[in-house]
């Protein structure tokens, strides 16, 4: 472990098939109005809507709603979130959904309180919000597991105008103050939703693990944790209403991205860049854009770093090391991956999400490259990667 770091994480967790009985209660500390914020409804149709507005209705809150929070959230809906803070004096930012709405709630708190174009300064230029900056708490309820956004300061925004989409990574004061977790709350998940979520776990995993090359904890943890997304998918593909593996899928998201294991190492990233780029033009579910091109794109870095893709191999897919060389074993690692996307029903290539060939050159423009992995791709590298991704 030769990297130096602080680790702190102020998000409270309520976690289980009753977590949302806390959520009164963790809602209280906070100002009276409070704006809920969620998707295209399938929180009214699951349930899960109604235990919100019991828990608001508890804790004494007003309640400003804003509703229809897209996947690969936009600019213009961030504003519209905005112009309803200011307007109603919002104090704290309910999220009730997955990534998207969490993200959403990330990103309203810290754009409501900047003069400015906030997606320009936040997201182009990276900026952070300078000392002092109002930002408006948040709270989740997650209802589908993959991103980690319940626990973490990122934030991921679209501009449909220019068809860039950037993720920000905000710090400790832009994370949730609290989240609850109920495995039960993803059960109304569609099966392709939930399969995308899950291949995203695996990614996040597989962007920290593979970076760096000293003898790190965080990357035996990322191990662990990558034998349990592999044993608990298998588990919920054949049978979505098993709680046990429904309960682990949920944990396994929470920790994969809360900054736990990415601590004290050197990070990648590239796969979610491609991923981004892909959405950005096609408006593609992330989950699946990463399955699509992880299999190409770690063929392609695999020799840079025979080592930790043997040892992939190994302790993650149980291969057997007798009588390999490295390089056999990384590449048996990889067609275990590969053979797990196709078993887990991910997208195995791109066409399955609306990518043509006129599309690889636009998509690798807008494919931010990462210098942190084990190899730089230059622009030649993308469009190979994106080709052999079809
Ligand atoms: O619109 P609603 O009704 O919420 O429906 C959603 C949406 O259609 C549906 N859904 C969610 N929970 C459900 C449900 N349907 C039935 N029952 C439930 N219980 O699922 C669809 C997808 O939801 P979304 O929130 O978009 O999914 P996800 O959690 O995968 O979030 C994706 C977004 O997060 C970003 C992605 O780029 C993408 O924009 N990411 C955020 C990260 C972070 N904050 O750290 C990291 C990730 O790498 C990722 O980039
Ligand atoms: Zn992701």
């Known amino acids: 472990m030769l990297g130096n770091f602080i680790y702190y994480n ?55 709603e804003l509703s229809g929070v897209m996947p690969n959230p936009t600019v213009e809906k961030m504003e519209e979130g905005v112009a309803a803070v200011r307007a109603n004096n919002v104090d704290f930012i309910l999220a009730v959904g997955g990534g998207s709405t969490i993200d959403y709630a990330k990103a309203v708190s810290v754009a409501a309180g900047y003069d400015g174009d906030a997606w320009r300064h936040f997201w182009v230029e990276q900026a952070d919000p300078a000392p002092g900056q109002k930002i408006v708490p948040v709270g989740a309820v997650l209802t589908m597991a993959g991103t980690g956004s319940e626990m973490n300061g990122g934030s991921v925004i679209t501009d449909t105008a220019t068809k860039m989409k950037i993720g920000k990574v905000f710090g400790e004061n832009v ?67 098993n709680y046990e593996a429904r309960s682990n899928i949920m944990w396994s998201a929470t920790w994969a991205l809360n900054t736990l294991i990415g601590k004290g190492k050197t990070q990648d990233w590239e796969v979610h860049m491609l991923g981004h780029a892909i959405s950005a033009i096609t408006d593609a579910t992330h989950g699946m854009t990463l399955a699509a091109v992880s299999p190409a794109y770690y063929r392609h870095i695999m020799g840079y ?11 993650v897919w149980d291969i057997p090391t007798e009588g390999k060389s490295d390089e056999q074993l990384a590449s048996e690692g990889l067609f275990a991956l590969s053979d797990w996307i196709k078993e887990i029903g991910a997208a195995s290539g791109l066409r399955e999400l609306g990518v043509t060939e006129e599309l690889i050159e636009p998509i690798a423009k807008a494919t931010l490259i990462s210098d942190s992995g084990y190899h730089t791709l230059d622009f030649a590298e993308v469009v190979d990667i994106l080709k052999e991704s079809l």
């Open 10 to 64: 102020p998000t409270k967790l309520y976690f289980g098939d009753d977590a949302q009985k806390h959520l009164a209660e963790a809602l209280r500390p906070f100002g009276k109005t409070v704006m809920l914020a969620y998707g295209s409804g399938s929180i009214k149709r699951n349930g899960v809507y109604d235990d919100v507005m019991a828990a608001l209705k508890e804790a004494g809150k007003s309640v400003v």
């Open 305 to 315: 770093a025979l080592d930790r893709f043997a040892r992939f191999a190994h302790y």
């Open 175 to 241: 994370m949730p103050s609290f989240a609850v977790l109920n495995p039960r709350y993803t059960f109304s998940v569609p099966q392709r939703q939930m399969v995308a979520g899950i291949f995203d776990i695996m990614s996040h995993i597989m962007e920290q693990y593979f970076s760096g090359d000293d003898d790190s904890t965080s990357d035996y943890l990322a191990e662990g944790l990558m034998r349990s997304v592999v044993a608990s998918s298998r588990a919920a593909v054949k049978d979505p209403m």
